[in-house]
């Protein structure tokens, strides 16, 4: 039997991030541009395999212009050596509330280990077959080597090391 093929809906997805700045309050940020895969044995979107995630890090978006282009630069993702942030996960399956997999940032790749709510399985009015998965976790930007650092006259980091990672996303079976 042929392994049913999913992709990420992106009209009907979101990948967001969160970060302290001044240790006061968070920035939130997104990538607008992302793609992702997944297989799975059958249409019920359970025991996937082959998951992959990829985001466009040009595509960063915190609702300013000059912190973005500073994302954008040599300080942090350096975006014209590395275009994309990367998640791989070979096997998953979705009654497990943890999905393991690889992240690679700025040619650093890393285990990590996300939290997931699986939403269920729909067809759609137009006749699409549709898999929702809620995704969160936390992982530190340095260990990816996103080592800027500033610190305040009084002695406050101005950037958190820990930034929270979230993705809603809907996946649509390929006719």
């Not at 014209?80 to 943890?98: C, I, M, Y």
């Not at 809620?134 to 930007?141: A, N």
């Not at 340095?142 to 809603?168: P, Y």
């Amino acid at each position: 039997m042929a392994n049913t093929k999913w992709n990420i809906d992106p009209t009907h997805s979101e990948v967001a991030f969160k970060v302290k700045h001044l240790m006061i309050s968070t920035v939130t940020g997104k990538f607008k541009v992302f793609e992702g895969k997944a297989e799975s044995e059958s249409d019920d979107f359970k025991n996937l395999k082959n998951v992959e995630f990829k985001a466009d890090v040009k595509s960063i978006d915190t609702n300013n212009d000059q912190r973005d282009e500073h994302l954008r630069s040599a300080d942090f993702f350096a975006t014209d050596e590395h275009a994309d942030l990367v998640f791989r996960a070979g096997t998953f399956d979705v009654n497990s509330d943890k999905l393991e997999g690889e992240l690679t940032i700025k040619n650093t790749t890393k285990s990590v280990t996300f939290d997931v709510e699986f939403g269920g399985v729909v067809v759609d009015p137009y006749g699409q077959t549709k898999a929702g998965l809620t995704v969160s976790g936390k992982i530190s930007r340095k260990e990816f080597g996103l080592t800027w650092d500033a610190v305040t006259e009084a002695g406050s980091v101005v950037v958190s090391d820990q930034v929270r990672l979230s993705a809603e996303v809907q996946f649509v079976k390929e006719a």
